[in-house]
């Protein structure tokens, strides 16, 4: 079975500082992690992917995201957050060595960033 | 380009009533998903088509849930004899191939609400 877990329900930051969203994942192969944003009334929008490579990954609007296996986590990171950041960021993963085909996504975490 | 389109945007029905959702996907994209998402949880995949592959229904939650897709088009999610538990925001989401590491493009969900 995959699952993602993201800790944190809201994650408070002031413009200009930098911003870390938290998620791990569990896989029985080796994973795809995807991070999307969603405003309100909108559907998700993609931001980044790990697939293999730079452990680092650089996506839209400045985001980045660390993949750590030892750890099995993939946190979202931004250096210096902007008021228009905020809304609520989901993590997902595939097990790319199962037949499951869908993404598992975790429950969200909302990010408010404050002026 | 059009991104994935849905319809209707908002629904309202009284408990007991079938409801149709559509989806168009972006043209060109063989995968189609749809995804529930009640407030403030995440998402909870449902369904996947690919081609003319037999669906995966292995999220459908119970049999009043159905979904049928035309070769590459567009898709229909249709829930009969609703319940209020149904009260959600149903997305769609298309790629350009099915399993591949493609990340998936969302619709705007039709926000379904059971009187």
């Known amino acids: 079975a995959q699952s993602v877990a993201q800790p944190e329900d809201q994650v408070n930051v002031a413009e200009g500082n930098p911003l870390t969203v938290k998620c791990t994942y569990s896989?029985?192969?080796?994973?795809?992690l995807f991070w999307y944003v969603q405003y309100p009334n909108r559907g998700l929008q993609f931001l980044l992917k790990y697939i293999t490579g730079d452990n680092l990954v650089k996506g839209s609007y400045g985001f980045e995201a660390e993949f750590n296996k030892s750890q099995t986590s993939f946190h979202l990171k931004k250096p210096s957050a902007l008021v228009s950041d905020s809304a609520l960021y989901f993590c997902a993963v595939r097990d790319m060595d199962t037949g499951r085909r869908a993404l598992t996504f975790g429950s969200g975490t909302r990010l408010q960033v404050q002026p | 380009g059009a991104g994935v389109s849905q319809s209707p945007s908002n629904k309202v029905t009284e408990k007991g009533k079938d409801v149709e959702l559509r989806c168009d996907p972006i043209s060109g994209h063989t995968a189609l998903y749809w995804y529930r998402q009640r407030l403030g949880q995440g998402l909870e995949f449902l369904i996947y088509f690919q081609g003319n592959s037999a669906p995966d229904k292995s999220g459908l939650p119970s049999d009043r849930f159905s979904a049928e897709r035309t070769g590459e088009s567009v898709s229909t999610l249709t829930i009969q004899r609703t319940q209020q538990e149904d009260s959600a925001v149903y997305l769609c989401?298309?790629?350009?191939?099915?399993?591949?590491?493609?990340?998936?493009?969302f619709g705007d969900g039709t926000r379904l609400s059971i009187l």
């Open positions: 896989v029985s192969g080796n994973p795809y």
């Open positions: 989401a298309s790629s350009p191939i099915m399993g591949s590491n493609q990340p998936q493009h």
